[in-house]
Nanobody, 115 residues
Framework: VVLVESGGALVQAGGSLKLSCAAS????????MAWYRQGPGKQRDLVAS???????TYVDSVKGRFTISRDNAQNTVYLHLNSVKPEDTAVYYC??????????WGQGTQVTVSS
């Protein structure tokens, strides 16, 4: 599995950002995907997930602000971040749903929200 995340940046609170993740080495079209994030000094947590048919779930802290989507033709999953807050500052990773720390991960993409 190879996962390449991109799109992270420094953004002001209230701003927007779009993250992308290109996946290879998996049967992307039939795989549920997810975005995770790891804030400073914190564990990596699930943020949002999307099934092959684009049914989505979100953790409460990002509901109404983040949107996960996918392009099965491009083997890519996206995360749109809107109305970002300083507490959204983290390294963001994508992976299959249920991925564990010992599984293969990409390098992640850094999102920093300034107040």
């Amino acid at each position: 599995v190879v996962l390449v995340e991109s799109g992270g940046a420094l953004v002001q609170a209230g701003g927007s950002l779009k993250l992308s993740c290109a996946a290879s080495g998996i049967a992307f079209r039939i795989t549920s995907m997810a975005w995770y994030r790891q804030g400073p000094g914190k564990q990596r947590d699930l943020v949002a997930s999307i099934t092959p048919r684009s049914t989505t779930t979100y953790v409460d802290s990002v509901k109404g602000r983040f949107t996960i989507s996918r392009d099965n033709a491009q083997n890519t999953v996206y995360l749109h971040l809107n109305s970002v807050k300083p507490e959204d500052t983290a390294v963001y990773y994508c992976n299959v749903i249920g991925a564990r720390d010992l599984d293969s991960w990409g390098q992640g993409t850094q999102v920093t929200v300034s107040s």
